[in-house]
């Protein structure tokens, strides 16, 4: 099974398609990765054409935590 991301790059003005992945899941976590890197994901295409659309991609992003955006763990008071 083969998963791909793909977006609009803004840096390179063009559209660009990931690598392939294993896992949707995989390929999802690469999607969020390009959105924090300023390009516009429209889709993941997976086996027998199956699409996520960029709606679902951003609310999967969100439902997510990430090294940007997880809460740091307490830190013991001596």
Not at 8 to 34: I, M, P, T, W
Not at 59 to 74: D, F, V
Request: net charge positive; charged share 30%.
């Amino acid at each position: 099974m083969n998963w791909t991301a793909h977006c609009f790059d803004r840096r390179l003005n063009r559209d660009s398609v990931s690598r392939a992945f294993a896992s949707k899941e995989d390929a999802l976590r690469q999607a969020c990765d390009l959105m924090r890197r300023n390009c516009v994901v429209r889709f993941v295409k997976g086996p027998n054409d199956e699409k996520i659309d960029a709606v679902a991609i951003t609310a999967w992003c969100k439902g997510r935590p990430t090294l940007h955006n997880c809460p740091l763990p307490p830190t013991s008071a001596r």
